[in-house]
């Protein structure tokens, strides 16, 4: 904020309550309106506006002024037809935004972080019963069964969704200080936890290695996102399956060695063959399935090699059920199996490393977030998601 635009007689009442040990919240005090817009879907394809007032900022309350929040497939989903039952709701959850209150209590994030005014952060699960937790506590347990902002109910507070002007961070929730990433790679950490843990899920096998052949199906900004994790990772013979051209091309700039249009073979056994010529006349030592198409998911076996892996991970929600042969998709061929959902604390500090590692190789991150808009045009944001155009879509207040 412009100093000169600030209330001066604000900032010395600050500095005197500092002094006197005070209690009051530290706030940036006359920058701050007295109402917020919060985007509420109201019904399905349909957000208003709506204004709410800000709550007093308590002891351990944090206002953060939001700055973008990504478009997620789980809010195209609920926006479409509601399948949480949340409506009323303020959908956003992968957001980030800047600190102008913080309750007196609140001196450090959940990795044992500084945090203070000024600072920009996002957030992670809400632990209403275990407020003290910190990323340390929480190695195993994922995201499943947490609260998160962004996909709570409506309240009194009003202010719980990242796709508004300001989001009020209560005792209990877990958050980062971001200060040291930039605007993009705040608004893509959600997401790039997702594949982090999948990571994560996928070493537990033990089989995959620096040189190990990977297959990624699907390239949408899941499978995009896995290429760039891998590749971080120092593994580089990547081969991306999907049936679009310009996502096969952005798959290669995010590292895929070889690409194959799968619409362009009739039947697995061509595709397999396809996949097997791309590795120079090899199966995948390991798999990651990308999709939410029960196709893809019988598919997938017959790219990975014997005593390979598999991770499965598109299938965020219920896609429907699928065809393996156990006995020679699993049995004989002794795959090793995981599946792989959301992530866990732990997973979502790692992701701020990872972002910088992608940016120092050289993988084009930014250009994942194609389309961007302003609060009021998020019924517009939503639909453009819907019509699955571009990529990652996100909301950017100015
Ligand atoms: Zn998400």
């Known amino acids: 904020m412009d100093i000169n635009s600030m209330n001066i007689e604000e900032i010395v009442r600050q500095v005197l309550a500092g002094m006197a040990g005070n209690e009051t919240p530290v706030s940036a005090g006359a920058g701050i309106p007295k109402t917020a817009r919060v985007a509420v879907l109201t019904k399905p394809e349909n957000f208003e506006l709506k204004e709410y007032p800000i709550p007093e900022v308590g002891d351990d309350d944090i206002l953060v002024k939001v700055e973008g929040c990504g478009v997620c497939g789980t809010d195209a989903h609920e926006f479409k037809r509601d399948p949480f039952g949340l409506i009323p709701v303020a959908l956003g959850h992968e957001g980030t935004g800047e600190i102008v209150k913080i309750g007196k209590n609140v001196k450090k994030d959940s990795a044992g972080k500084d945090v203070k005014l000024g600072d920009k952060i996002v957030t992670c699960m809400i632990f209403k019963d275990n407020p003290d937790i910190t990323m340390f506590d929480l190695n195993k347990q994922n995201v499943g069964g947490a609260d998160v902002y962004g996909l709570l109910p409506d309240d009194d507070i009003h202010l719980n969704g990242w796709f508004s002007d300001y989001i009020f961070i209560r ?92 619409k362009e073979y009739k039947g697995i ?130």
Request: aromatic share 10%.
């Open 171 to 262: 005792k209990g929730s877990t958050f980062f200080n971001v200060s040291d990433l930039d605007l993009y790679s705040r608004v893509l950490i959600e997401p790039c936890a997702v594949l982090v843990h999948a990571v994560e899920r996928a070493k537990t096998t033990g089989i995959l290695r620096f040189n190990s052949r990977v297959v990624v199906q699907g390239c949408g900004p899941i499978g995009l996102i896995c290429i760039a994790v891998l590749r971080t990772m120092g593994i580089e013979t990547i081969v991306a399956v999907d049936g679009e051209p310009k996502r096969l091309e952005f798959a290669k700039e995010m590292g895929a060695s070889k690409t194959v249009n799968f």
């Open 269 to 398: 056994e061509a595709l397999a063959g396809a996949v097997e010529n791309a590795f120079g006349g090899h199966l995948a030592d390991f798999a990651f399935q990308c999709t939410g198409s029960p196709a893809a998911h019988s598919n997938i076996y017959k790219f990975i090699r014997n005593g390979g892996g598999l991770c499965e991970l598109g299938f965020f929600i219920n896609g429907g059920d699928a065809t393996i042969n156990p006995h020679f998709d699993i049995c004989s061929k002794e795959i090793t199996t995981v599946g792989s959902w959301v992530y866990t604390l732990r997973d979502y500090a790692t992701t701020f490393d990872f972002l910088k590692r992608a940016k120092g190789i050289g993988l084009p991150m930014d250009k994942l977030i194609t389309h961007t808009f302003p609060l009021e045009e998020i019924n517009e944001a939503l639909k453009t998601n819907l019509r699955m155009e571009g990529l990652k879509i996100a909301i950017i207040n100015k």
